[in-house]
């Protein structure tokens, strides 16, 4: 069975310092893969995904990065954090495609940047 | 462009009394509609999809092209539907392969 996995599930960072967020995805070969942002009040906001290894798009200018180095891997990254990165971060990968795909999103990670 | 609405941040309401969680979405092609639920402590997960006109845990939506909605009703609210409840959109008329969600209704169900 296909399986996802997200770390760390917390992360205190300052302001200025980098930041890497990993997912990975077990069971399938080749998936779509999301990264969104769930800021309290304004839902799920979409930023990167990628139909393949390399083949990253961003939806929002901001300052965070994404990148696909492998298959199942999808890594959400920052050079230097600012305040307004803080919020609820949330891989997922597609299953299906249309009317009938389903998202399995991982266990997300809650940024803090102080 | 797409998008949704969900006008209601909480709905309280007690056991037993009907929910209806709106949802309005915007988008000139032909939408696909989902509805995803998070319980506590628990992951973001799909609850029902237009296209299957399914019932899932007594909860239905039906897709209302004229006035742009997906409404999710459910006529006896159980306690156990107290979660964070997000209509998401998917414009198939696009190449955008991704879901654009709302900002979620918190249902909260009283005893």
């Known amino acids: 069975s296909q399986t996802i996995h997200q770390w760390p599930a917390t992360l205190v960072q300052p302001v200025g310092s980098p930041l890497s967020l990993e997912c990975t995805v077990e069971?399938?070969?080749?998936?779509?893969l999301y990264w969104y942002r769930q800021a309290a009040g304004r839902g799920l906001q979409l930023l990167f995904y990628s139909v393949g290894i390399g083949q990253i798009s961003s939806e929002v200018p901001q300052n965070l990065s994404a990148s696909r180095p492998q298959d199942r891997q999808f890594i959400l990254s920052s050079k230097k954090l600012l305040l307004s990165d803080s919020g609820f971060y949330l891989c997922?990968?597609?299953?299906?495609?249309?009317?009938?795909?389903?998202?399995?999103f991982g266990s997300g990670t809650q940024l803090s940047v102080l | 462009a797409q998008r949704v609405t969900q006008p209601e941040k909480l709905l309280s309401v007690f056991k037993g009394a009907p929910v209806e969680l709106k949802c309005n979405y915007s988008y000139s092609g032909s939408p696909e509609l989902f509805w995803y639920v998070q319980y506590s402590r628990q992951r973001l997960q799909l609850l029902l999809r237009?296209?299957s006109r399914e019932s899932i845990k007594g909860f239905t939506a039906d897709l209302n092209k004229g006035e742009t909605s997906f409404h999710l009703k459910k006529p006896f609210a159980q306690e156990e539907d107290s979660a964070m409840y997000y209509c998401?959109?998917?414009?198939?008329?696009?190449?955008?392969?991704?879901?654009?969600f709302g900002s979620g209704t918190r249902l909260q169900v009283q005893p």
């Open positions: 998401a959109l998917k414009g198939m008329d696009t190449g955008r392969r991704a879901l654009t």
């Open positions: 069971g399938t070969s080749n998936p779509n």
């Open positions: 997922a990968w597609r299953k299906g495609q249309g009317g009938n795909e389903k998202l399995f």
């Open positions: 237009h296209i």
